[in-house]
């Protein structure tokens, strides 16, 4: 039933120059149709993990499997338009002088026709709310409507996996609240394959499956819930536990008669009402 | 500030010149600035000045625009005018006061060299005011794509200057922030010696720069995961449409350039 899109066998990477090894043998598999969120801490390889997914970086050793095909040198056009890509930095991956133009762009380096064009810009900016903005300037635009821009010019080029390079670091709440429920729709209308690379693990406790990276190498791999248990172990690796967890295990430790771990305010909020109301 | 200074300069209205082809508007003006050179009596520049009129009704350009736009070589030219007035002693002498003579000569001259740096003047202005920089980048970029047959890269250097046009106001923000953070430790942007104005210049500049070349290294990642690699086999999603109205622009400025030689004394 998993269908394993991409797959890492013992990858290593360094960058020149440094001693240790960015990426340190890391071997998983990303399946179709799943969100799987990569956290860890600055330096933890996680962001180089995403520049060999893509091929903006080449592993010393080890593979890459796209699809059955192995990432190369030859092949890395084939997997760009498979894989898309959304950076940090919502002015920096801006490249068209209006919405539309950047939307366009990644067609455009495709050779697709003109008229096909404007029905994909068209398609994907109403994909993502944008489709009000069509001739708007980057810079009346703000980072969450910057950041859906940038999905909508991933998504016109038809990937199967959208990796999201730390993307909402940049944004207030509200802005990452709609760069993620673009995404979380997307996944269910078009079943495509969500790769989250990020710090928070807010963020990531939505996924469906985390991966924990430390110092290079793959230190856990399993569910939020799964990897929350960790705790403790999560604080000395420098990640910051979701308020929902920590409060709950706060409680627990009060000795408020909670049971299991709590991902979400709203799982949190439920299981204390539903203990007032038994008191 | 930044509208002001720079998408200012392009005022979206409705006009026959704003729909025109940027192509058709970039030839008119590259060929005016050749044949203006051509009008050296009454009747070429009276010419010359009715066909710039009619280019100017036709834009819809509220007439501040134009004034603003000539108000800052309106020295310049009332300069070369007093020099052609004072210096070309030619013809007969129309006035005299003390040492100052003033002849028929020079004061045509002075008219008529006024005259042609007004029209220049205007005529550019007409084709920034009624097309946006993108368009102009677009049509510089189709008029000059036979030029790839000698290896310049003129899809790349379009693709700069596109690229620079985006990044303006970006930029512009970034000096904001960095002024007002260097003015939150103490430097003095605008007051003081002169000397000390200048060397605030250096805290502003140097980070600038460094953001910029990180900027500059994000965009080419960005742009590579996005499939970018050069013009090759490229399409364009932006599409020039040369129209009727576009060949009657052209032809136009043909059959003045024909005039012109016929007129000219």
């Given at each position: 039933?998993?269908?394993?899109?991409?797959?890492?066998?013992?990858?290593?990477?360094?960058?020149?120059?440094?001693?240790?090894?960015?990426?340190?043998?890391?071997?998983?598999?990303?399946?179709?149709?799943?969100?799987?969120?990569?956290?860890?801490?600055?330096?933890?390889?996680?962001?180089?993990?995403?520049?060999?997914?893509?091929?903006?970086?080449?592993?010393?050793?080890?593979?890459?499997?796209?699809?059955?095909?192995n990432l190369s040198e030859e092949t890395v056009w084939?997997?760009?338009?498979?894989?898309?890509?959304?950076?940090?930095?919502?002015?920096?991956?801006?490249?068209g002088t209006t919405v539309q133009d950047d939307v366009a762009f990644g067609l455009e380096n495709a050779g697709i026709p003109r008229e096909e064009m404007l029905l994909r810009v068209d398609d994907a900016l109403k994909r993502v709310n944008m489709d009000s903005f069509l001739n708007q300037e980057p810079h009346h635009l703000s980072g969450g409507q910057k950041q859906r821009v940038a999905i909508?010019?991933?998504?016109?080029?038809?990937?199967?996996?959208?990796?999201?390079?730390?993307?909402?670091?940049?944004?207030?709440?509200?802005?990452?609240?709609?760069?993620?429920?673009?995404?979380?729709?997307?996944?269910?209308?078009?079943?495509?394959?969500?790769?989250?690379?990020?710090?928070?693990l807010e963020e990531a406790s939505r996924a469906d499956r985390m991966i924990v990276m430390?110092?290079?190498?793959?230190?856990?791999?399993?569910?939020?819930?799964?990897?929350?248990?960790?705790?403790?172990?999560?604080?000395?690796?420098?990640?910051?536990?979701?308020?929902?967890?920590?409060?709950?295990?706060?409680?627990?430790?009060?000795?408020?008669?909670?049971?299991?771990?709590?991902?979400?305010?709203?799982?949190?909020?439920?299981?204390?009402?539903?203990?007032?109301?038994?008191? | 500030m930044m509208d002001k200074m720079i998408f200012g300069r392009y005022v979206p209205v409705e006009s026959p010149m704003h729909r025109m082809d940027p192509r058709a508007k970039l030839l008119m003006v590259f060929i005016f600035v050749f044949i203006i050179f051509l009008a050296n009596n009454i009747p070429t520049y009276v010419l010359a000045a009715a066909f710039t009129f009619i280019i100017l009704r036709l834009s819809n350009i509220p007439a501040r625009f134009l004034i603003g736009g000539l108000k800052p070589v309106f020295y310049l030219i009332l300069f070369t005018f007093l020099l052609h007035i004072f210096f070309t002693k030619e013809g007969n002498l129309l006035f005299k006061w003390s040492f100052i003579e003033v002849y028929e000569d020079g004061l045509r001259q002075g008219i008529f060299i006024s005259l042609r740096f007004a029209l220049l003047i205007l005529i550019t202005s007409i084709l920034t005011l009624t097309t946006t920089p993108i368009s102009i980048t677009d049509g510089l970029e189709t008029l000059f794509n036979p030029l790839k047959k000698w290896k310049l890269p003129i899809h790349e250097l379009a693709l700069m200057m596109s690229i620079s046009?985006?990044?303006?106001?970006?930029?512009?923000?970034?000096t904001d922030k960095i002024m007002k953070a260097q003015a939150a430790r103490g430097t003095e942007f605008s007051s003081g010696p002169i000397k000390n104005r200048i060397k605030a210049i250096v805290p502003l500049l140097i980070p600038l720069f460094v953001s910029s070349f990180k900027r500059a290294e994000e965009l080419a990642t960005a742009m590579e995961s996005r499939g970018y690699r050069g013009g090759e086999g490229r399409t364009k999603y932006r599409l020039l449409e040369w129209e009727g109205t576009d060949t009657v622009l052209i032809a136009a400025i043909g059959v003045m350039t024909v005039l012109l030689f016929i007129l000219r004394a």
């Open positions: 039933m998993k269908n394993a899109l991409v797959q890492l066998e013992q990858v290593v990477f360094k960058y020149d120059g440094q001693e240790q090894n960015a990426v340190d043998s890391v071997s998983f598999d990303i399946y179709e149709g799943e969100w799987l969120a990569i956290v860890g801490h600055n330096g933890s390889g996680k962001s180089s993990l995403a520049k060999l997914l893509n091929g903006l970086l080449y592993p010393q050793s080890g593979r890459i499997t796209v699809q059955g095909q084939g997997v760009r338009r498979q894989i898309g890509m959304v950076f940090q930095n919502p002015d920096n991956q801006f490249v909508a010019g991933v998504l016109a080029l038809r990937p199967s996996i959208i990796i999201l390079d730390e993307s909402t670091s940049m944004l207030d709440p509200k802005g990452r609240e709609e760069v993620l429920g673009t995404v979380r729709d997307l996944m269910k209308e078009r079943g495509i394959t969500v790769v989250s690379i990020t710090h928070d430390n110092q290079g190498s793959l230190y856990k791999e399993g569910t939020p819930r799964d990897i929350f248990k960790l705790e403790e172990e999560l604080v000395t690796l420098g990640l910051d536990i979701p308020f929902p967890i920590k409060l709950s295990a706060l409680l627990q430790q009060r000795g408020v008669r909670l049971t299991g771990s709590h991902l979400t305010d709203k799982e949190l909020v439920n299981d204390l009402c539903k203990l007032i109301s038994t008191m | 046009l985006r990044f303006i106001p970006t930029l512009m923000e970034e």
